[in-house]
DNA sequence: CCGCATCCGATTGGATACTG
DNA sequence: CAGTATCCAATCGGATGCGG
């Protein structure tokens, strides 16, 4: 596999990669999935690993993924009201995205990391 | 490497992930990139390999691309003008990335969407 | 505790016309 | 040919207050 593979003379919805850049598309998107690669979180537990992230964006961040079925949201019953957020499946195949990212970026900085 | 290996708790510039996301930003970004894999060619070739691209948009992406030493800019001398572009070592080094968003991407639409 | 509604400033990307 | 200059609509992200 040459390169992206790519045939695409602009930036198509279905095009492979446009499906992984919009998975991990928006600031913070990536901080988000790497706490739930940690594991399952609550809303507010996510609010404490990303204190200056507002509200807004982190229930935007969540509602993104849920709809490309990346993350579930369970509520959870008792007092007082918990959520817990999960990667499914499909969250966790973007996994080695994520290290290919910060592996790429390690490089570029010009540390050697190799992953 | 588990995971991302992070323990920012916000969006720093110097966050690996966040520099390999920082050179791919922007819409259109990776299919330049792209073209520019296959070897080097002019802003006229490129524009024609994408044609909805407008000249601003295009300029931007060299001009950020070559700010980021990702990409050489070459003055070729002679009539008319023309301009070659051309990947560096460190552009290059993000073909790696670039296979595995394809690769992401491609599993994503094909895999099941089970919890 | 969870998360939505609203407002707002900043940035983005696209169209188009023009210049060296 | 290789860009730059301008304008503009749309989106984004952050702050904050309120509701379930």
Redesign the interface.
């Known amino acids: 596999?040459?390169?992206?593979?790519?045939r695409?003379?602009?930036?198509e919805a279905?095009?492979?990669?446009?499906?992984?850049?919009a998975?991990?598309a928006g600031?913070?998107t990536?901080?988000v999935m790497?706490e739930l690669?940690?594991g399952p979180a609550s809303y507010g537990e996510l609010r404490d690993?990303?204190?200056?992230?507002s509200p807004k964006v982190l229930a935007e961040r969540l509602r993104a993924l849920e709809e490309?079925?990346l993350v579930?949201r369970e509520r959870l019953v008792g007092f007082p009201v918990r959520t817990s957020y999960g990667l499914?499946?499909?969250g966790e195949?973007?996994?080695?995205?994520?290290?290919?990212?910060?592996?790429?970026?390690?490089?570029?900085?010009g540390g050697g990391?190799s992953?």
């Open positions: 596999m040459p390169d992206a593979r790519g695409t003379a602009r930036p279905d095009c492979p990669v446009e499906v992984a850049l998975a991990i600031r913070w990536t901080l790497r690669m940690h690993r990303l204190p200056t992230l490309r079925e579930v499914t499946a499909r195949a973007l996994r080695p995205l994520l290290v290919e990212l910060y592996r790429t970026g390690a490089a570029l900085r990391a992953g």
